[in-house]
Nanobody, 125 residues
Framework: QVQLEESGGGLVQAGGSLRLSCAVS????????MAWFRQAPGKAREFVAA????????NYADSVKGRFTIARDKAKNTVFLQMNSPNPEDTAVYYC??????????????????WGKGTLVTVSS
């Protein structure tokens, strides 16, 4: 089993930057796919970005490509989401998630095995 704990959320101005962290504990080495999802008020949870823990390969939703960057620190068992130039539409609860295999790089809510509790990001205009 793996435990995921997000941190780093808060209030940020549009055009600013924010970095989210996800601390991974438990049998972290078993889970090769780490991802960020988000859920805005009244909307479904959606995929944001994913990283292959061993190879470092990444995938992004079109809505964040070029603005957000996912990275991992193997020594610290931590996954990051660097959010640059956020806009009010990026306001959401951001969740860290894990599954065993990276596969083709397609990520859905139902396809993830473990979830953190989320961290709220509010982008002001």
């Amino acid at each position: 089993q793996v435990q995921l704990e997000e941190s780093g959320g808060g209030l940020v101005q549009a055009g600013g930057s924010l970095r989210l962290s996800c601390a991974v504990s438990g049998r972290a080495s078993r889970w090769n796919a780490m991802a960020w999802f988000r859920q805005a008020p009244g909307k479904a949870r959606e995929f944001v970005a994913a990283i292959n823990w061993s190879a470092g390969r990444t995938n992004y939703a079109d809505s964040v490509k070029g603005r957000f960057t996912i990275a991992r620190d193997k020594a610290k068992n931590t996954v990051f989401l660097q959010m640059n130039s956020p806009n009010p539409e990026d306001t959401a609860v951001y969740y860290c998630a894990a599954r065993e295999n990276y596969g083709s790089g397609s990520f859905t809510v139902d396809g993830m095995d473990y979830w953190g509790k989320g961290t709220l990001v509010t982008v002001s205009s």
